[in-house]
């Protein structure tokens, strides 16, 4: 941690809420691409977002220095989005967001800017069949780009559980596209 990071997270721990602002600012893009990609939903994931920061303001005091602040924070966001989803009915992808996916795979322009309920579609149509586990290490992996190493960290899950998860969410994601005539 540089001696900037380490001055707001002192001044976090002695109830700074201006210095606690910043964390948020700094932090809260990173909380909402997982949570938007995990749950497929954006008022949940901004639900999540919102969570998230409350537990980090909470449980400050409890951050070890020695560990990365993203991936502490990756951990907190990760585990309420799998709450999240543990708590939730599965529901399946509804007929419109495999058109979505059908129509995205079709494209020839595969550059075009998805709109966020496109790319929730999408995710959704994708990791509907997928465990939380190998959902949550799928999107850390594959969508967030974090080592295997970081995902680890933020999940508990050792190395071989990590490739586990990843191989069986692709295998899994690989047939859906299949199904879906995309190949």
């Known amino acids: 941690m540089d001696s900037l990071a380490i001055d707001i997270f002192i001044r976090c721990k002695e109830g700074d809420r201006g210095a606690f602002r910043a964390v948020v600012q700094n932090y809260q893009r990173l909380v909402f691409s997982l949570s938007i990609k995990m749950l497929a939903d954006e008022d949940e994931a901004k639900d999540i977002v919102q969570e998230t920061f409350i537990r980090v303001w909470q449980s400050i005091d409890s951050y070890d220095v020695r560990r990365s602040f993203a991936t502490w924070i990756y951990a907190i966001a990760s585990r309420l989005c799998l709450d999240r989803i543990k708590s939730k009915k599965h529901t399946a992808p509804l007929p419109q967001d495999e058109l979505a996916l059908q129509q995205f795979a079709s494209e020839a ?3 075009r800017s998805l709109e966020n309920r496109e790319y929730v579609a999408i995710v959704q149509a994708l990791t509907e069949k997928l465990s939380p586990k190998q ?12 080592s295997s190493d970081e995902v680890e960290q933020i999940t508990g899950l050792n190395a071989r559980q990590v490739k ?3 191989y069986e969410a692709r295998q899994t994601i690989r047939e859906q596209l299949k199904n879906l005539g995309y190949e």
């Not at 959902?135 to 974090?146: A, D, I, S, Y």
């Open 164 to 166: 586990s998860n990843l």
């Open 135 to 146: 959902r949550l290490v799928f999107t850390l992996c594959q969508l967030e780009g974090l």
């Open 109 to 111: 322009d595969n550059e």
